[in-house]
């Protein structure tokens, strides 16, 4: 059944199966038991850190993880729900038609139905008050990070663009738009620093080299996005939208907006006016 996904989708690599524990269920013929178990513990950490960053994407009663999507300059990685504890990680080309490819998963993933569920470690109204914790931490927050004027004018330009943070390669936060807090900020340069490695150890997964260049990381919640980019020097920045918003033109703001941030040095922790 999982073979399904590479026998019928052009350009499709890999499939594997998963439970939140990062337990193997099920893989494609192609790959060897090696590589079931490393893509496993991957995306295990992958959709565990991908649920902790809902809250950047705003307040909302619904804000149910989706999938996570992985993009690298030779392939992609995709990682879906696949019924209570249980995902579908899979792999394709870049030029994959990933219309397609989201058919034949979740098509898949109805097929396997109530098979493939396995009980959560963590209780998921658990996970949910944890993050509602982390938000009202943060509004009590007497004190933000750094002001970037470039990121702040990325965020107002964009209809629905909600945050931008400009992480430094050491994972801690050197700027950001206007209003996050330093908790914030914290909670979610740890998660995206977890989410960069996890991205980087599926680039075989997808064909390629572990060191082959990564381009960014997609997580797409039923409130909206949050995004992982490159922005030179081994920075990265973290982003957050609504749903319907234009996360193209938003990417696009914040592709321009690097060159000037890589251009000067932040003082991690300081005060800085709107450039």
């Not at 960069?196 to 909206?224: C, K, L, M, N």
């Not at 000067?264 to 450039?275: E, K, L, T």
């Amino acid at each position: 059944m999982v073979q399904d996904i590479v026998d019928n989708v052009p350009r499709a690599r890999h499939a594997v199966v998963l439970s939140a524990d990062g337990i193997p269920r099920g893989s494609t013929d192609s790959l060897t038991g090696q590589d079931v178990r490393t893509i496993s513990a991957a995306m295990a950490g992958m959709q565990s850190l991908s649920r902790a960053t809902a809250h950047f994407a705003g307040l909302s009663p619904e804000r149910a993880w989706i999938q996570t999507v992985i993009e690298f300059q030779h392939g992609w990685v995709f990682l879906i729900g696949a019924g209570q504890g249980a995902y579908l990680a899979a792999a394709a080309e870049p030029d994959v038609d990933m219309e397609q490819l989201s058919f034949r998963m979740n098509r898949l993933v109805a097929r396997l139905g109530s098979n493939l569920t396995a009980p959560p470690r963590v209780n998921a109204a658990d996970a949910e008050n944890a993050g509602e914790g982390r938000q009202t931490q943060d509004r009590d927050a007497d004190h933000s990070v750094t002001v970037l004027g470039e990121l702040d004018k990325a965020v107002a330009s964009v209809p629905g663009a909600v945050h931008a943070l400009l992480l430094g390669a050491n994972g801690l936060p050197r700027g950001a738009s206007a209003g996050i807090g330093r908790d914030l900020a914290d909670t979610i340069s740890a998660a995206m620093t977890g989410i960069h490695a996890y991205s980087r150890a599926t680039a075989p997964f997808a064909g390629g080299a572990r060191d082959d260049e990564w381009s960014q990381t997609v997580i797409e919640f039923q409130h909206g996005w949050v995004f992982l980019i490159a922005a030179g020097d081994g920075d990265f920045l973290a982003a957050s939208a609504e749903h319907d918003c234009d996360i193209e033109e938003f990417t696009t703001q914040l592709n321009d907006a690097i060159p000037a941030l890589t251009s000067r040095s932040v003082a991690q922790g300081g005060r800085a006016s709107d450039a």
